[in-house]
């Protein structure tokens, strides 16, 4: 049987181009890969990226499952023409990336080494910062990537509160649960996914309950960082 496989995601094709048809021809899987149809009922799978122009799934009335290349899917969940299955992409390789980068930029501000790189007069600072056990770190999202990076921070002896937007052993949850977090973050991670209920989560007034000089690290927003507030150092 010939699969019909629709790869809705056209900005990833030239990394899926050779990979995917090997992949199935591995698996044993006869599939013709399709970039556009005009046949959305004979389409067998969906090979799907959130950010693609596909957001009615509704004619696609033969799919079987629609697969996401993304680990995070609060952007089609909530689709309601999405009725087909969907399947997250899992991968270790994207939870020790995501440590890798959030235990990363936590040493680089918990030892303030970009007073040392970015030195044009090249002056020794003699500030020795804390230990890493009186450094407060906040974790705002503890699903599988807050977990992780949780457990390696608290490895290197940092402590780590957690915040979830439902009840989870071992952290903190609701408003009264976030303001104690943001009150002792000195280095807060944010995870949380794109959401309307996480939009404007970290607004002025509960940013102002963060402690002086505090840091914020937002992976989702790339390989950069942003402070509380202009005032709060650099």
């Known amino acids: 049987m010939m699969l019909t496989v629709l790869f809705a995601a056209p900005t ?9 048809p090997a992949a199935l021809a591995e698996a044993g899987l006869r599939a013709r890969i399709v970039l556009e149809t005009d046949d959305p009922a004979a389409v067998d799978y969906i090979v799907y990226a959130p950010s693609a ?32 299955p969907l ?44 230990l890493a056990r009186e450094r407060r770190i ?13 457990t390696a921070l608290r490895a290197l002896n940092f402590p780590v509160r957690g915040w979830s937007r439902s009840p989870k052993p071992g952290c903190e949850s609701g408003d009264a649960g976030l303001e104690a977090v943001l009150r002792q ?32 690290l937002n992976p989702a927003g790339g390989p950069a960082d942003r402070r509380c507030r202009p005032d709060r150092g650099a």
């Not at 990833?12 to 995917?20: N, R």
């Not at 122009?53 to 995070?72: I, R």
């Not at 959030?102 to 303030?112: E, F």
């Not at 970009?114 to 020794?124: E, Q």
């Open 138 to 150: 906040g974790i705002l999202g503890m699903g599988e990537l807050g977990r992780a990076c949780a």
């Open 53 to 84: 122009p596909l957001q009615d799934f509704s004619p696609f009335t033969g799919v079987k499952a629609v697969l996401s290349l993304w680990a995070g899917v609060e952007r089609i969940v909530g689709n309601p023409t999405l009725t087909q």
């Open 185 to 216: 973050a000195e280095i807060l991670v944010t995870l949380l996914p794109r959401t309307p209920e996480t939009e404007n989560i970290l607004n002025a007034r509960r940013l102002a309950l963060m402690p002086p000089a505090a840091v914020i």
């Open 87 to 130: 399947c997250r992409m899992v991968d270790p390789a994207l939870t020790e990336g995501m440590v890798e980068w959030v235990t990363g930029h936590t040493l680089r501000h918990h030892l303030g080494m970009d007073r040392h790189i970015v030195n044009p007069g090249r002056l020794w600072d003699h500030r020795c910062p804390p």
């Open 12 to 20: 990833l094709w030239a990394e899926y181009e050779e990979a995917l």
